[in-house]
Structure formats: C-alpha cells, structure tokens
C-alpha cells in the first residue's frame, strides 16, 4: 500500500505478534525469554481474523437513498429539488462505473485475511485521508483520554502513578507480541470477533512528515520509551533482554531522579524541540528533513521514533479544574510534546493522567482496550464483565538504568523554526476552547428505564441545545460508530440529525409549554427520534452507512480522473453534510473520566461524551478565532468556505446541554394526559 510504508517493517506475510516482534536485533533474546516464562494461555491472532466477514460494499442505490435522507433535514425544498437532481445525474452516469471499479478493487483482496495483508474497499482511501491531510495533527486530529485517578494517587504523586501506569502499559505490550493477550469480540457473548490489525500500530509507531503524504514508521524489537521534561527529551529501557519490564518501583525511582533534577520548567526562550511536530505537515516535513543534517539530531529522533511510546512528566498541575484538564489534555497546554508519536501518556505535576494520540493508525476502542487493562491492574480492580480476560502476569525487573538525556544541535535555521512554531502553536491553542459537563442528575439507567435508547436521548439533547443557542436545526451532525466486527473496520457515520430528530427539537419548546397534552405529544415525537437513531446506529454498524462509501467513490474518481467533478459532489448539500458542526462521539471505559477532542470546523463543536448509570459527561470544545486546519476538509470540502459567521460557546453549550437532558427526562418521565 503506497500511503502506508513502514521503513522498517515489511508487512507483507502472515504472521504470529511473536514472529512481529523477532524480527529485531535483540528481539531473539526477547523472545526466548518470553517462551521460558510463558505459561498463561496464548492466542492466535491470525485464526481470530479469519472469524470476521469482511466490510461489506454496499449497493449504490441504497447509498444513495440512504444520502437523501440524510440530507434532507439539512436543506430547504429548493436545495432539496438541486440534491434529488444531482444524485439522480450520479446514478445514471458516472456513479455505476465507479462503484463497477470499487466493487472490483475490492474482489481483489477478498483472500487477504492475515494481520498485515487483510485490506477492505475504503482502507486506501482512509489511511490517504488521513495521511494525506496537510493540517496540524494536534488539536484538529490526535484525541485526549482522560482517565480516572488511580486510588493510590495521593500516596504516589506524580512518579508514582507515571510509573504505575508506565510498567502496566509496558507489561500489556510484552504480553501482545508473546500471543497472551485475548482478542477482542464486539458482543459480551464474546461470539462475535472484533478485528485487531490496529494493535499492529499500538506500539514503537510514529507518523512521520512527508511532502504530499505522510507515513507510518513502525520500529521493529524497541524495548525503550521516550520521556518529556521541560524542553529535554530522555530515554529509558523498559523491557530486559529476557522480557522482563520494569518494575513500577524502579520506575518511580528513576522518574524521581528526572524531576529532582529539573524541578523548574524550561525557560520560555529555550527550544522545544517536539513543537515542530506541532504544523502543518509539508512544512514540518521539510524542517525535519534540515534536523536530520546534523548525525546528532538524526540519533536523538530516530531514538524517539523507535520508542514504545511516550512519557510526558509535566510541571505543571492540571487538576483543579475539569476544563483545565482537558485543555491541557489535548493541548499540551504549553507543555513539550512530540504529536506525531503513537500515544503520549501524560501526567501532571499531581499524577494526573491522561493520554493523548496520532489518530492515523488506529480509533479509540483500541487504545481504550489497553488503557481500561492497564488502568485496572494498577488500581488493583476487576476488569468489567463481559470483557476479554486480564493479561497474565509479566516478570517485572529492577535492574534498570539511569534515565538518558537526547542530544540536539540546532542551526540557526532550526532554532527560528522552532520559535515559529512555538509561537504559531501557542495561537491555536489559545483559541482552542473547553468545558467539561459531568452531570450526575441521572444516566443509562434512567433513560434504558424511559424504554428508550440513552444514546439517542443524548443525541437529542445535543441538538436541542444547539437549536436553542443558535437557532437552527437543519446543522450536520456527525456520530463516530465503530465497524471493528468486520475485518479491517475501523468506522462508520451516524448521521444523527433526522427527520424526526428535526420534529422533535422544533417543537419541543413550545410542547413543553402546554401541559400534560404537550408533554405527551413531545414524548411522541422524543420516542420516533429515538427509535429512528436506534435504527441508524444499527445500520452503521453493520456497514450500512452513507459516509464511508461515498467517500471512497469520491476518492476513486479523483484517481482514476472521472467522476470528481459531479453534480452531486459539488452540490450545496454535500458540502452542509461533510460540515459536521456537531462531531460526537461516545468512549465509555471504566477508566476514564471523558474523551476529549478539537471541533472539526470553525462553526462547530467537538462533544466526546461518556456514558454511567448514573452519569454523563461531555467534554464540550469551540474556537473562539480562526483554527489552524491547513483549510482542508472532510470529503473535498474547504473549510475556510464554509465559515458563517456562527459564534459558538462551550460554556454556554455545556449548560444547554444540561439543561436539554433535564427537560428530556422532564419529557421522557410524563404521566399521560387524562383522557375526556
């Protein structure tokens, strides 16, 4: 796959995470010392895969038909009379011929199963998308998971918990290239295999910058992480020959030695060198390809390429505020960071934790599995029922080494670069916005109590927030749903706003002012909003979506040079629909607090959500000025096109929020009118 080269890595045989892991120079000793030590029961990833149907392409008509009603809330009966026609052009010309060529494209890998060779009809054009994008990886792409606090957080601080979480996530890792750690299944019968290729690029992975399109470098037999302070980077084994990992004590103990040593953060004017990393991506393409002049430079980043993964020890405390800590999570909030790694766990002067991700290689739900075991085997907790079984115990090693400082020499050129950045990168952050909502008035329970979908109950409260605040109903709404039940999905649109969706948010207010008789009419039209959600999440769930087919006949066109330049992909409508102005999506783990995440459009809002028995929480997320996206879009859209002038507000959002779910259950809870 050209928009995917590993350098390092050749993924092109089926084979074992052992064999994955053996291929590097010291990973023969590593693997001997697994075998030795390996007495849990092991899984074969690959014979997993082979349980999964591949991601289905569905018919174009059905798209299509799926397409307008989509759209339809979105526009007026004069844009909706333009859309028909547009579609109808795309059915009788250029559409069957592409959908002909996509449908033989993906004949063509229908006996590619194995882990590193499995492939699906909109891989290419996924992995182009996102690697393709010339935009700041931060903030507009990589997610914060911010985790709950470990019980012991006081007594540990932040050495401990860094090297609590450290060893677990390194432990986790050990267990995964030694075949013991259990596959995923999407149902808690555990009948119905979830696809792992993404682990594939859980660890010692990196984007790296390239003019035009990036690459993912994955670095064969690492056995080291790479660690933030202030504006140095360090590095430190944390597996022995023999796969034993760190233990958290020794952890904390060389943790310790890093923070007594640099007890004050960095001067302002001092060069962090990870900033870089921070722009837009020709740019930063060819800045590290100036860095890499210097023997020096080119040392010290291959080291942190190779890394497992990153560790940032921040100086600063977080905590306060939930908002703070979000901000912080998925800004850095001026602190040093390397975006382009894998994942960066972060802690807080207080052992706060969270972790932020490059989100090219993999979704959520893949580092959510590793977070939520690792989290609860540094807690001393159950996993959660229904889950794949804990990772077996991993020999543990005190026999570790001093933590060592990188080395840079930056020229002139790079040392104004990296003050560009800085300052550039500071502008987007600052415009960047968020509010936590944790409201604790009622959760799942509640609404599963209604006999109606909590997500769906959810969904709606966001739109009526919005109608409320900003007076509109007709918005693009766009919930990330997960295709991880079929090989190589990873996932699928829910577009939320509906007919009934839009029947329901119009008239609720005025419902909710007319008594028993509104209260009933409202819960009707609260209960065919629901239910048609319910409807639409299950469809994309089983592939049936509009967004992930359209989007790939979109791409294949712009390859194959017809087709692109439809009525349908330059109507008015596919522009409001690839406007998500509301991007949600929904994490839910008993380790994290929320899933954070930058809007995805100037007018927008980002809304990550989880969902309790008893709560709900919506990081809430705005820019207040103009983003730094590179003024590229989702599905050919140009961002700068689409502003209008909307001026958005988490706070007030995350109260109308509020506010929207009270009246919901006010709604939902209704006795029936008394009948004359």
């Known amino acids: 796959d050209r928009l995917c080269q590993f350098s390092r890595l050749v993924l092109s045989i089926p084979f074992t995470m052992m064999q994955w892991v053996a291929r590097g120079r010291t990973s023969v000793q590593l693997q001997r010392g697994l075998m030795s030590s390996a007495v849990a029961r092991t899984f074969d990833w690959n014979a997993h895969q082979e349980g999964l149907p591949r991601l289905p392409l569905p018919k174009l008509d059905e798209t299509l038909g799926r397409y307008l009603d989509a759209v339809t809330p979105l526009a007026s009966p004069e844009e909706l009379e333009k859309t028909i026609a547009a579609v109808n052009q795309f059915a009788n010309n250029d559409g069957p011929r ?7 494209r993906d004949a063509a890998g229908v006996n590619q199963r194995a882990l590193g060779t499995a492939t699906s009809y909109v891989r290419p054009f996924w992995n182009a998308m996102y690697l393709g ?93 790479a660690i933030l302070r202030g504006a140095d980077v360090y590095a430190l084994d944390v597996i022995d020959s023999a796969g034993a990992v760190a233990s958290p004590t020794t952890l904390s103990d060389r943790f310790a030695s890093l923070v007594e040593l640099t007890p004050h953060p960095a001067d302002e004017g001092v060069a962090r060198v990870g900033t870089l990393t921070s722009q837009e991506r020709n740019w930063w393409a060819t800045e590290r390809s100036e860095l890499l002049l210097s023997p020096v430079n080119r040392q010290s980043i291959e080291v942190i390429d190779r890394a497992l993964f990153v560790v940032a020890l921040d100086h600063g ?28 766990l972060q802690v807080d002067a207080k052992g706060t934790a969270c972790i932020n991700f490059e989100h090219a ?65 500071n502008q987007f952050a600052d415009i960047t916005k968020f509010k936590l909502l944790d409201f604790r008035e009622f959760g799942k329970g509640a609404m599963k109590s209604w006999k109606m979908s909590p997500d769906g109950c959810i ?31 990873r996932t699928e649109a829910i577009r939320s706003n509906t007919g009934a969706s839009s029947a329901f948010v119009a008239n609720a207010d005025e419902l909710l002012g ?39 006949l979109l791409s294949l066109a712009q390859e194959v040079g017809f087709g692109a330049d439809a009525p349908l992909f330059k109507d008015a409508m596919w522009t ?34 989880t969902v309790e028995e008893d709560a709900v929480r ?59």
């Open 361 to 425: 290689p993999y979704d959520g739900a893949t580092v959510v599995r590793m977070l939520e075991d690792m989290w609860c085997e540094a807690s001393g907790r159950a996993l959660p029922s229904g889950r794949p079984g804990p990772v077996p115990p991993i020999p543990t090693t005190d026999n570790v080494e001093q933590c060592t400082k990188l080395s840079f020499k930056l020229s002139d050129h790079s040392a104004a670069a990296v003050q560009q950045a800085t300052s550039k990168f």
């Open 133 to 225: 994008g010339r935009y700041p990886v931060n903030i507009n792409s990589n997610p914060a998971l911010i985790m709950k606090d470990l019980p012991a957080k006081a007594s540990l601080g932040q050495t401990g918990v860094a090297a609590a979480l450290t060893s677990a996530i390194s432990r986790w890792y050990v267990a995964m290239i030694s075949d013991r750690v259990e596959p995923d299944f999407v149902d808690k019968a555990k009948k119905a295999p979830g696809c792992m290729e993404e682990y594939r690029f859980l660890f010692a992975e990196t984007r790296i910058p390239k003019t035009g399109t990036d690459e993912l470098l994955i670095s064969d037999g690492s056995k080291h992480i």
């Open 618 to 676: 919506v990081a809430v997320s705005n820019y207040i000025g103009d983003p730094d996206t590179g003024g590229s879009g989702f599905g050919g859209v140009t961002v700068a096109a689409v502003t209008d002038g909307v001026k958005t507000n988490c706070d007030a959002m995350a109260e109308a929020i509020a506010q929207a779910l009270r009246d919901i259950q006010r709604i939902a809870t209704a006795k029936p009118a008394a009948k004359l």
């Open 514 to 552: 007319q008594g028993a008789p509104g209260l009933e009419a409202a819960r009707q039209l609260l209960e065919a909003a629901t239910a048609r959600h319910r409807d639409m999440a299950s469809a994309a769930s089983q592939a049936k979506g509009i967004d992930r087919h359209l989007f790939s």
């Open 576 to 609: 409001k629909l690839n406007t998500s102005v509301l991007s949600t999506s929904n994490v839910n783990s008993e380790a994290l607090v929320v899933l954070g995440f930058g809007a995805v459009c100037p007018q927008g809002y980002g809304l990550g959500y």
């Open 98 to 104: 592409l959908q002909a060529l996509l449908a033989e």
């Open 459 to 489: 969904q709606m409260a966001y739109q009526l927030a919005y109608y409320r605040l900003h007076g509109d109903h007709s918005v693009s709404v766009y919930e990330s749903c997960s295709t991880k039940r079929f090989l190589r999905g």
């Open 317 to 344: 405390d977080y905590s306060s505020d939930p908002s703070t800590t979000l901000t912080w999570g998925v800004t850095g909030a001026g602190e040093h960071r390397w975006w382009d790694k894998n994942f960066t």
